[in-house]
């Protein structure tokens, strides 16, 4: 493939959809990645319903719902009480065709886009390899690239997308700041064929468990339910993951004969968003621009929805217009990574975490009140959905 490309960074689910939706618009790409393999494992799960909509334009979305769990309720509850509150998504079907959060495992999607790339003669895809550098001119931008025997090799382009995740090296060679927080407790997630939906009266496949001691998430995907605890930072990673210390921990979640735990990871989680997403003609793109906690769902999908807002602009540049337009392309996704994707994550834990008494009332309390009155509750999904950011964008220029 020769230079009037654009190098994509990471194949990740970032970085693929990006790559989809430029072959659709007939822009060769080079997606480069590290791993020599695509990653097949229990990362992210929950598509929200804007999500959706944007892999329905990409022929993506049939497939992974054939797949997936649809989930049209999703809980916040008490962990000593019960049920707080249960929010119906089934409120959006007049604003998108997929008023649901869909649980699938995040490597069904790169596995299909993984096939559109390899069916197109506008895409390659190249494994096992890891960028070292690049530079830019007026016209170009030279990737220098090297194997893990030590060849090296260099791409040229006309643009580079730096989608390569948390690490980013893109990020880190524009030296842009990336500022924010590391949140204090580790993040303990685990994995059981254990069925929750069926021992635990009306849960939801969703469900925020609030608690002053210890909050915890409980999602169900099409195989496994996903457990995440916040945990103890003093902690050494052996004993965050000790079988012992963790079978106590899920008894203690609810009582039984020993858990079968088919996965666990422990990970430290951050809040921060890149000062700058567009460095000349290099982007960043979804965990390369900006990380957040889980706790709402919004990091994939969040990263999604650059990909497609990044590959539109770009696409109109190709084809002639300014290189300036992708400057609202960084206006518009920062402004969604602080004022909602961020601020809802954080939000969520306040809320799950609150040791005061008044406090948890207050919160708890104001989330009733909201489902019981039908234009709130939509709204409130509307915005945790992220529909409504979607919709704010157009009044950024």
Known sequence: MNSDCVII????????????????????????????????DLRASTFHPPTLDFLDE????????????????????????GEI????????????????????????????????????????????????????????????????????????SK???????????????????FPGLTIPEIFLSLSTPFRYDLAID?????????DPDEWLVLL?????????????PNLTDDEILDPIRIEDRMQSLLPGAPYE????????????????????????????????NPLGGMGMNGGIHDAVNLSSKLTEVWHGAPISLMDRYERQRRKVAIETVQAQALRNRTVLNEKNPDKRKAYHDELRKIVMDEDKHKQYVLGSSMIKSLQDLETVE
């Open 159 to 177: 643009y580079l997308v730096g989608a390569d995740g948390a690490r980013s090296t893109i990020r880190a060679l524009t030296k842009v700041g």
């Open 58 to 81: 990409l022929n993506l979305a049939d497939g992974l719902i054939s797949r997936g769990i649809k989930c049209p309720l999703w809980q916040f509850r008490d962990r000593k009480k």
């Open 85 to 156: 509150a249960t929010f119906n998504l089934s409120l959006l079907k007049d604003y998108t065709n997929h008023p649901y959060r869909l649980q699938a495992e995040q490597w069904k999607l790169t596995e299909a886009a993984r096939k559109r790339l390899e069916e197109s003669d506008l895409a390659e895809l190249v494994t096992d390899i890891s960028v070292r550098g690049f530079e830019q001119d007026d016209d170009s931008v030279t990737v220098f690239a090297e194997r893990k025997t030590g060849e090296k090799e260099v791409y040229k």
């Open 261 to 292: 735990i088919s996965h666990k990871t422990a990970y430290r989680v951050h809040e921060r968003v890149a000062d700058k997403y567009v460095h000349g003609r290099v982007f960043l793109a979804g965990d390369a621009a900006h990380l957040n």
């Open 9 to 40: 960074v990471g194949a990740g689910p970032v970085g693929l959809v990006a790559a989809v939706s430029l072959i659709q618009n007939e822009i060769p790409v080079i997606v480069l990645e590290a791993s020599a393999d695509l990653a097949v």
């Open 220 to 232: 169900r995907t099409p195989t496994l339910w996903r457990v995440l605890f916040p945990t103890d």
């Open 202 to 210: 009306g849960l939801a496949d969703i469900s925020y468990i609030s």
